[in-house]
């Protein structure tokens, strides 16, 4: 049985000059309310509901993205059985780039890890305790 129980958010880091665009694109063209804020004024950043429980993560960032363009990573809810999925894709041979860690994001306490997939994706798995 799979510990994983969704997409909770795709992130998207456009770059600084484009931020601004892509949010009025993803909120006022598209629709998508805002669910979370943080952040400040020279780095905001934002949560967007896609409307089925998952959302997008919109963040600026200083730089291009690589290939992958700027799809930073998509994030998986997970429950109480995070480290033990990080455990099965180490012992499987994946690379875990960020181990379980406790965060606070926007006042919720989260749990989340960073490991990569067989293309080379970034995979976040990502619990609000």
């Known amino acids: 049985m799979t510990k994983i129980t969704g997409v909770h958010h795709i992130a998207v880091f456009p770059t600084a000059d484009k931020y601004n665009e892509t949010v009025e694109f993803y909120t006022k063209l598209l629709g998508f309310p805002v669910t979370q804020s943080w952040g400040d004024p020279e780095r905001p950043c934002l949560m967007v509901s896609c409307g089925d429980n998952s959302c997008m993560e919109i963040i600026p ?3 291009e993205r690589g290939a992958g363009g700027p799809l930073v990573h998509v994030a998986f809810w997970c ?50 305790k």
Do not use: C, H, M
């Not at 059985?81 to 606070?104: F, I, M």
């Open 61 to 63: 960032s200083d730089k």
């Open 79 to 128: 429950g109480d059985g995070l480290d033990e999925v990080v455990e099965d894709v180490r012992k499987a041979g994946y690379t875990v780039r960020v181990e379980p860690q406790d965060l606070e994001l926007a006042g919720s306490p989260i749990r989340n890890a960073f490991f990569f997939g067989p293309l080379g994706e970034e995979i976040e798995l990502f619990w609000v």
